[in-house]
Every structure is written in structure tokens, then in C-alpha cells.
């Protein structure tokens, strides 16, 4: 470790005996971190006591309350509802509160998931306090420094003190970068969940009749401009299918504002965002996804579904083969082509899902006692 390592905090006796117990700080605030925070809090040691901060990044019930809800997660601790903002604004405010919870709470790990804004606020509190970094999803690479993400991703990397990676191509990319200590491929979080759903039953309900695409799309270029969201529109409404598509709240407020009216995209049935375990369902149900999303590439990969990712790259690289995940970009005409086309899947692609195990044991023991 670069720095000095976490401290283990003394809070809880059992009789005379005093017992360690590990204090860790997760921070969540968009979607697919309540999704990550769900596998990870379920694998946590109990002798480890685990403080949640929500940062509000998102907070309509269909983005974030819905996922506690169905998931019977834990209420986080901390509600900062710092709500939708510029990059700056948002980033900044979410510091400011971050840092004092921080200072009062002395965790031994910060824990951040993913490359949202609320990824890089989190890193960056931690790393100016000195409180060592765990970053989930660490070490993806799009190579596109246009998308935020990839800003946050490869800073809350350097300042990270544990790498938990998905894949030794991730591995890879930071090795390039220099960072070579700490790095551990422990497999992709999301991958316990999809488990989990199965094994649970969770994926029973079939939501839509018939054959069906189901999509995705709230990536910044392919929902700010007219003309781009259109076109993607206007491409969905020429599938062979339906196309069922769960809505999110970036791109219903871009269809607002551009005028661009639902009734005009018959082949297309647009729902409101869904719960985890729904939104499984109708992915699980399908012919296959057609999204922009980075979670469900992986998720339709898990469940052997042809993705079709509206994207000139991906950090999911390893999905592309064997034509289990196509990227496309400016020529939208091909999709029932692509769709048609075999693919193969490889089960044991990003671990095989005891990511969280082996997560919450590296917490362990990369910590060091105070006492
Ligand atoms: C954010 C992440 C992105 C992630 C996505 C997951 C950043 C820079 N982007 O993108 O990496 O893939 O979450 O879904 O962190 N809005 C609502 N209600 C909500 C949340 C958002 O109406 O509950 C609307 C607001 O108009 C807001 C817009 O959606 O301005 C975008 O939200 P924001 O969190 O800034 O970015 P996302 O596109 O959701
Ligand atoms: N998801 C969901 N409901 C939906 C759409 C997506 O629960 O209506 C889940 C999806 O299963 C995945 C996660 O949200 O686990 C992906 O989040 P999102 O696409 O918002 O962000 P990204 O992964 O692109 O950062």
C-alpha cells in the first residue's frame, strides 16, 4: 500500500473481549451502483460495519428508491440529494458533504464502485483524507476521454489503493498506465447478482408477450442532440421486432424538449425505467438488447442474449467476441442483420460471480489493526 494502511476501529465488545471490527464508507448514487452495492453489502463480514452514503446523483423512486425497495437493501446512513447538476457542481457538492462524514466517521475503506460522478467524488475525499481507496470496477478502459466516465474512471483509479477488477484485460490497461501493486482480479460484482436473480427465482414473470427487443439508450451522444436521437429512434422503429424500451430519465427529458412524440415510433414500446429483477425479466425474455448501457452488455452476455451496443467502443471488449456484443455507431441499418447473426458465449467471462467473497476478504486483509 502507498499509504498507510486502514486503521481496524475498536467498536464493539463482546463480554471483555474486545473485538475489531472494520469500518467501511460505500458510496452509491446512481443506478447501477444500488445494482453493485446489493452483491457486495451481502457478502461483507459480520464483524464488518458498513456506513452507506447516497449521494442523490439519481433520485426518482424509479432510479434509486425501487432498487432498495426490491433488493431489501439497507437504508443508507447518509442521504445527500445533491440531485442533477453540471459535472462541476455536482462533483463539488457531493465533496463538500462527503468529506464531512468522512472526517467524523473515520472509516478504515473507502469503497467506490464503478465511474460515475459520485465514483470520483468519493475517490477524490478519501484520497486528500488519507483513508485508503477500494475501487470496484476498477482498471475498464474505453479509451474516449469525451465520455465523464472515462475522466472519472482513470483518476479514481490512480488515486485508488485496491484495484478490484473484472478481467485481465483490465488488469492490462492499468499496468500500462503503471499501476501494478494491489491490482486483483476478483471477476465483475454484477455477475453475483445475475446469480443470484436466477437461483432466487427471481427472473420468473414473463413481462411482454411475443418476440421482442429490448433496449436501453441514455449515453449523452446518442440522447442530447435531435437529430441523433431521432435517428436511433427512427432505426429501432425498422427492427423485425418490437422493441420494448425501458426509458431512462435523461432520454424521456431529451424527447420532452426536442418535441419528439412517442405515438410517432409504433414499433417501439416505451416503459418507465424498471426495478432490477423486472428490468432481468424483460432481458431474460427477449431476442436480444440493444442498448448503450455498460451494465447489460455484460448482463445480456451472462444470460446468452445478442447485444447490439450503439457505441464506437466499449470497455467491455471481451463481449465482442465471437458476436455475442456488435458495436455500431453511424450506420443504424443493419440491426436485424446483426441480430440474426450465431454468437457463442463463454461462461466463466468476468469470474464466476464470487466476486463479492472475494472482495470482502481482500478488505480483511489488506487492513491493518490500530491497536
Ligand atoms: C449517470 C452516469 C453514467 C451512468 C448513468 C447510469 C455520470 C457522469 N454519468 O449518467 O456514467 O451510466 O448515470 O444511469 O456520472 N434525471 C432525472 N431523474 C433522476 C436522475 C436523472 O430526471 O433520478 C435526469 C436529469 O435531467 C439529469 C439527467 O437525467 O440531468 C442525467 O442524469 P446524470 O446523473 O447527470 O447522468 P446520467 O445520464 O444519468
Ligand atoms: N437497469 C434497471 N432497470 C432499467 C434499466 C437498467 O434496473 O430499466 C439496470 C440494469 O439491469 C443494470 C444497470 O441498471 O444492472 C445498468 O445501469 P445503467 O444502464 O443506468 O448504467 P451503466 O451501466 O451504463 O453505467
Known amino acids: 500500500m502507498r499509504r498507510e494502511q486502514g486503521r481496524i476501529s475498536?467498536?464493539?465488545?463482546?463480554?471483555?473481549?474486545?473485538?475489531?471490527?472494520?469500518?467501511?464508507?460505500?458510496?452509491?448514487?446512481?443506478?447501477?451502483?444500488?445494482?453493485?452495492?446489493?452483491?457486495?453489502?451481502?457478502?461483507?463480514?459480520?464483524?464488518?460495519?458498513?456506513?452507506?452514503?447516497?449521494?442523490?446523483?439519481?433520485?426518482?423512486?424509479?432510479?434509486?428508491?425501487?432498487?432498495?425497495?426490491?433488493?431489501?437493501?439497507?437504508?443508507?446512513?447518509?442521504?445527500?440529494?445533491?440531485?442533477?447538476?453540471?459535472?462541476?457542481?455536482?462533483?463539488?457538492?457531493?465533496?463538500?458533504?462527503?468529506?464531512?462524514?468522512?472526517?467524523?466517521?473515520?472509516?478504515?475503506?473507502?469503497?467506490?464502485?464503478?465511474?460515475?460522478?459520485?465514483?470520483?467524488?468519493?475517490?477524490?475525499?478519501?484520497?486528500?483524507?488519507?483513508?485508503?481507496?477500494?475501487?470496484?470496477?476498477?482498471?475498464l478502459r474505453s479509451f474516449n476521454k469525451e465520455m465523464p466516465e472515462e475522466v472519472n474512471r482513470v483518476l479514481t483509479d490512480h488515486i485508488s489503493d485496491l484495484l478490484l477488477v473484472p478481467s485481465d484485460v483490465a488488469v492490462q490497461n492499468l499496468a500500462k498506465e503503471g499501476i501494478r501493486n494491489n491490482v486483483h482480479a476478483v471477476g465483475d460484482i454484477m455477475k453475483d447478482l445475475v446469480i443470484y436473480s436466477i437461483d432466487n427465482n427471481h427472473i420468473t414473470a414473463r413481462k411482454q408477450q411475443g418476440d421482442y427487443y429490448y433496449a436501453t439508450i441514455h449515453r449523452p451522444y446518442n440522447t442530447d442532440e435531435k437529430e441523433r436521437l431521432m435517428y436511433i429512434l427512427e432505426s429501432l422503429s425498422q427492427a423485425d421486432k418490437?422493441?420494448?424500451?425501458?426509458?431512462?430519465?435523461?432520454?424521456?427529458?431529451?424527447?420532452?424538449?426536442?418535441?419528439?412524440?412517442?405515438?410517432?415510433?409504433?414499433?417501439?414500446?416505451?416503459?418507465?425505467?424498471?426495478?432490477?429483477?423486472?428490468?432481468?425479466?424483460?432481458?431474460?425474455?427477449?431476442?436480444?438488447?440493444?442498448?448503450?448501457?455498460?451494465?447489460?452488455?455484460?448482463e445480456a452476455y451472462w444470460l446468452k442474449k445478442k447485444c447490439i451496443t450503439i457505441r464506437t467502443e466499449t470497455e467491455w471488449i471481451e463481449t465482442l467476441i465471437d458476436s455475442a456484443n456488435t458495436l455500431v455507431f453511424n450506420d443504424l441499418s443493419g440491426l436485424n442483420d446483426i441480430m440474426a447473426m450465431p454468437a457463442k458465449w463463454n461462461n466463466h467471462l468476468y469470474g464466476d460471480g464470487n466476486c463479492g467473497a472475494l472482495i470482502s476478504s481482500l478488505l480483511l486483509e489488506n487492513s491493518t489493526k490500530r491497536n
Open 242 to 298: 418490437t422493441v420494448m424500451f425501458s426509458i431512462h430519465p435523461r432520454t424521456i427529458n431529451a424527447m420532452s424538449k426536442f418535441g419528439l412524440l412517442r405515438d410517432n415510433y409504433p414499433n417501439i414500446m416505451f416503459i418507465d425505467p424498471q426495478g432490477y429483477f423486472d428490468n432481468l425479466s424483460y432481458l431474460y425474455f427477449s431476442s436480444g438488447l440493444i442498448t448503450d448501457s455498460g451494465g447489460m452488455q455484460k
Open 10 to 139: 475498536i467498536i464493539k465488545r463482546r463480554g471483555n473481549e474486545e473485538v475489531n471490527k472494520l469500518k467501511v464508507i460505500a458510496i452509491v448514487g446512481a443506478r447501477p451502483q444500488f445494482i453493485k452495492h446489493f452483491p457486495f453489502e451481502k457478502s461483507l463480514a459480520s464483524d464488518t460495519e458498513l456506513i452507506t452514503i447516497h449521494t442523490g446523483q439519481h433520485y426518482d423512486d424509479y432510479m434509486s428508491k425501487v432498487f432498495f425497495d426490491q433488493m431489501n437493501m439497507s437504508r443508507p446512513k447518509y442521504m445527500l440529494q445533491i440531485g442533477s447538476r453540471g459535472h462541476g457542481a455536482q462533483t463539488g457538492m457531493m465533496m463538500e458533504e462527503i468529506e464531512k462524514i468522512v472526517l467524523d466517521e473515520k472509516p478504515d475503506w473507502m469503497v467506490v464502485y464503478g465511474d460515475t460522478n459520485s465514483t470520483l467524488a468519493g475517490a477524490l475525499v478519501a484520497a486528500k483524507l488519507h483513508v485508503p481507496i477500494a475501487h470496484i470496477e476498477a482498471g
